[in-house]
């Protein structure tokens, strides 16, 4: 017996036992390793196509299984969740496309616009940050509670409330921590009797822009897509190359006209722009025609035919990155009384640019 | 040349049988490949043109952008590799087993129906009736066609590969017999899965990513790497070192291949991602395996025959390059840098160099050696000087200023490497013309010179030189 074939049911043992029946690892590590020195007593041929085609049909059905079955039974009980709108206003979401956006999505799909555009906002992580605020009373057990917190997640810091957390007013306990950590802080410090306010902070080029929970944003949506934004999109168009800009969010940040003449001639929207122009979505409107829908590029005016009307309507109704879920929040800032940046400014002006 | 009366022959040299077994379907199959490697390259260069001069072929919806590449792709994978790769795959099952191709005709048969359904498909894309899914873009009408069309290819194929002489198989044929019976797997589930039971939201993404990755690793990867293991020890002349090494590498890579293909950040639950990176590590020591045996196999080793040199050169390349992508791409499949290449144009950019500059190549180099020995004549040997350059000229040109390019801009920009992609792009397009142009005249010379044919037009002029 090779190497090969006692290792590969030694693995198998290992990965099932890891990934499907859902043992600790370092167990499935031992079970595997257990598989590969049993098995490696066995000797089986190479020769015979039906040992060949048994194994094949294994692995198929393990592929098959551990992929694509357990995606689809913990997908497919997807629902509709609350959320609520910019102003407040709550909804179920997603919302099926309406109208015109019905069709555009089969536009969006023949033209191929998922070559160059993607559909689905990433983030990078989340950071969380901690801020306290302590009486006369409890300050020194305050003080005590963040020594002991930084002695207990084992990390060195020497400003602000570590140093001397002032009487009565906010200061920043911890920033940068992850989840766990600051859940820690959080604990120690209500334990001890301060006022805590957290603030969560999602960092990712693709988020909204923002001085200082997301300095590198370019504003493509308020949070990362997850697999209910596409319970009605058939299929989903993910896109795996960005050419141009992601397009998940793009309703929230354009207008009608905009994508009317960029998708006309690009480079009249934009100096420079290589997206390649889609003139045979309009027509030539006659030199007497006026009115709302005619668009100029140079001499000439253009009207946009149905396909161009659906596309736009479609690409108007892709908001999905916009609104808060729960497996998908949006930033949440301080709300205590230190001067920041309100959210719906912060929001605003992300969306600005 | 093979004017000689056929059936003497065959009895003095078994291999003259078999090659005159597979004469008709894998010329069939290969011609087809060749032509759709030209139908590629047009594409290709058509599309990337789109990108310099935006306000080119504006008019007309069947030419815009989103249209010519994904329709280019089908024309590559599954018009180009998938039929030389089975073309190829035929020959070597016959060589290796020592028998007659069983059932050619299915070959033919088969064929057909399978370039029937790339061209309703590569059409479909063309006039609007693409899926919108990355891997298998082309309508779901399509799909029933192609697989009924891979199932006969694939009879012959098993039927012929239980017909060995010898019971012993060895890696070359694990490796092409587990590519011919996994495509039509993949390709029935995906089929199913997205279309017949409708999958709804992400989940038809999840399928999709699975059949693309099951295509690239397991049925892109087991053609190209039968071929090298059949052919790198056949044209030196010496036996495959390390058996249990390529055994080890065919189990570790059909399980961990079959399974990933997940971008870090996708819109679905967090351990399809994560499991893509474990499966990604863990194939890449099946890869590593394989290349042991490779390189044990070709080291201290030169070519027999001088006639084959430039097969064994190119094949050597493809595994230098299988090799070099490998690393990368395990390297890139971890978080940290594959965030960092997610969604620029590395991605395709390597996807483009593992299809053409792997498998194509090795399945070139494995025409170049096949070709003769079929047809009866050789290729114009300056053509296939110039169109081998051309084509690794056209492939180095298109791919590393795209990939580094993407690696270096960023997403959602695109950098001039741009200019440079089309010099690749246009001297793919003159090589595979060429390509196309000496298959299409040496089956033509052939064709005149074959006896078959011979009763109609030259009979009497070939007796008299054979006297």
């Known amino acids: 017996m090779t190497i090969g074939l006692s290792f590969l049911l030694g693995l198998l043992a290992g990965s099932v036992s890891c990934f499907m029946v859902g043992l600790w690892w370092p167990i499935a590590l031992a079970v595997g390793l257990f598989a590969w020195l049993a098995f490696g007593l066995l000797d089986v041929k190479m020769d015979s196509t039906f040992s060949l085609l048994c194994g094949m049909l294994l692995v198929f059905c393990v592929s098959l299984s551990g992929m694509v079955f357990r995606a689809s039974d913990q997908l497919n009980g997807l629902q509709y969740a609350d959320t609520q709108g910019e102003d407040g206003t709550e909804f179920s979401y997603p919302v099926p496309p309406l109208g015109d956006a019905r069709y555009g999505e089969a536009v969006y799909k023949a033209n191929g616009c998922a070559a160059c555009h993607t559909q689905q906002v990433t983030h990078e992580g989340v950071t969380l940050d901690v801020k306290a605020m302590a009486g006369n009373k409890n300050h020194a057990a305050v003080q005590d509670a963040i020594s002991r917190f930084y002695k207990d997640i084992g990390r060195e810091d020497s400003s602000g409330a570590v140093l001397g957390l002032p009487v009565g007013e906010w200061d920043r306990v911890v920033t940068d921590a992850n989840a766990g950590d600051a859940l820690k802080a959080r604990n120690f410090l209500k334990a001890a009797g301060a006022s805590v306010d957290v603030q969560v902070r999602f960092r990712g080029e693709d988020l909204m822009q923002h001085e200082y929970l997301n300095p590198e944003g370019r504003g493509w949506g308020r949070r990362r897509s997850v697999a209910s934004d596409y319970l009605f999109a058939e299929p989903p168009m993910l896109g795996s190359v960005r050419i141009g800009p992601d397009l998940a969010n793009i309703g929230a940040r354009t207008t009608r006209e905009a994508l009317m003449s960029l998708l006309l001639n690009p480079a009249s929207a934009r100096a420079g722009a290589r997206m390649p122009q889609h003139r045979f979505l309009f027509k030539k409107a006659g030199k007497d025609e006026q009115g709302q829908h005619i668009i100029h590029d140079g001499e000439q005016t253009y009207k946009p035919t149905r396909d161009a009307e659906v596309l736009v309507a479609y690409l108007m109704s892709l908001k999905s990155a916009n609104y808060p879920l729960a497996e998908a929040p949006i930033n949440k800032p301080f709300t205590s009384s230190l001067p920041n940046p309100a959210p719906a400014e912060a929001a605003a002006s992300g969306a600005g640019k | ?467």
């Open chain 2, 1 to 467: 040349m093979s004017n000689e009366p056929i059936e003497d022959e065959a009895k003095q040299d078994p291999r003259e049988a078999v090659d005159r077994s597979c004469r008709g379907p894998v010329l069939f199959l290969g011609f087809s490949a060749v032509a759709w490697l030209l139908v590629y390259s047009l594409f290709a260069m058509l599309a990337g043109v789109k990108v310099h001069a935006p306000g080119m072929m504006a008019d007309s919806a069947w030419l815009a952008y989103g249209r010519i590449q994904p329709a280019s792709q089908l024309a590559l994978q599954f018009g180009f590799l998938v039929q030389l790769g089975l073309a190829v795959s035929a020959w070597i099952l016959c060589h290796r087993g020592k028998t007659v191709l069983v059932d050619g005709g299915y070959l033919v048969f088969g064929g057909m129906l399978w370039n029937t359904g790339v061209m309703f498909g590569f059409v479909g894309i063309l006039i609007g009736n693409a899926s919108g899914l990355e891997g298998l873009q082309m309508p779901g009408k399509v799909l029933p066609l192609l697989f009924f069309g891979f199932v006969l290819v694939g009879l012959s194929l098993v039927q012929t590969n239980n017909r060995r002489t010898d019971e012993e198989m060895s890696p070359a044929q694990w490796f092409l017999f587990a590519a011919t019976l996994w495509l039509p797997w993949v390709l029935a589930g995906s089929y199913l899965l997205i279309h017949f039971f409708n999958a709804k939201g992400v989940v038809a993404n999840v399928v999709d990513w699975w059949f693309i990755r099951n295509f690239a690793s397991i049925y892109l990867t087991f053609v190209g790497l039968g071929t090298l293991f059949h052919f790198l020890p056949a044209l030196s002349g010496c036996r495959l070192v390390g058996r249990g090494y390529a055994q080890f590498a065919f189990w570790v890579m059909l399980l961990f291949g079959s399974i990933g293909g997940v971008s870090p950040g996708a819109p679905v639950p967090a351990w399809l991602p994560a499991l893509s990176t474990v499966t990604a590590v863990f194939y890449f020591f099946g890869v590593v395996a394989a290349c042991v045996c490779i390189k044990q196999t070709i080291s201290g080793a030169s070519v027999e025959d001088n006639a084959d040199g430039t097969a064994y050169d190119l094949m050597r390349l493809a595994a230098l390059i299988f090799i070099s992508i490998s690393v990368l791409n395990v390297f890139f499949a971890f978080p940290g840098p594959g965030a960092t290449a997610q969604f620029t144009t590395y991605g395709p950019a390597m996807d483009l160099l593992f299809n053409l500059g792997f498998v194509g190549l090795t399945l070139i180099a494995a025409l170049y050696h096949i070709f003769p020995r079929l047809a009866g004549m050789d290729f114009c040997p300056k053509m296939t000087g110039v169109q081998t350059m051309a084509i690794i000229l056209g492939v180095f040109g298109m791919i590393p200023p795209v990939a580094f390019g993407g690696l270096m801009s960023g997403d959602a920009t695109l950098g001039f490497s741009y200019y440079f992609a089309s010099l690749g792009d246009l001297l793919l397009l003159v090589g595979s013309a060429i390509l196309f142009l000496n298959f299409l005249g040496a089956i033509l010379f052939s064709i005149k010179n074959c006896d078959c044919l011979a009763g109609i037009c030259c009979k009497g002029e070939k007796k008299e030189t054979n006297a």
